[in-house]
């Protein structure tokens, strides 16, 4: 529910809706939220996939914005998607 307010936010923002000012920011914007929450959803039947679909998409935002390694908000966003994996793993032991 947390990320989709920043979907929403977004798309219904002052700016207009889903205004972009550069095609890194739609990059970006794929990365996070849209990825992670579309990871978070799959991670519910493949926790896994899904896990490893919002990591990515987590990792992927934060490479492109590394000022951002040093939030402790951004970075505790990837802790559910760090947990779906781990427990992926541990359930294949």
Do not use: D
């Not at 972009?20 to 493949?46: H, K």
């Not at 951004?74 to 802790?79: A, D, E, N, P, V």
Request: hydrophobic share 60%; aromatic share 16%.
């Amino acid at each position: 529910a947390f990320l989709l307010f920043f979907l929403v936010g977004h798309l219904l923002g002052e700016e207009g809706f889903g205004h972009f000012a550069t095609s890194g920011e739609v990059l970006l914007f794929l990365c996070f939220p849209v990825l992670v929450i579309l990871g978070l959803l799959v991670a519910f039947w493949r926790p896994g996939t899904g896990g490893a679909i919002a990591l990515s998409g987590m990792v992927a935002f934060l490479v492109q914005e590394p000022r951002l390694w040093t939030n402790g908000y951004m970075l505790g966003i990837t802790f559910p998607a760090l947990a779906f994996v781990l427990f992926a793993v541990l359930k294949r032991r």
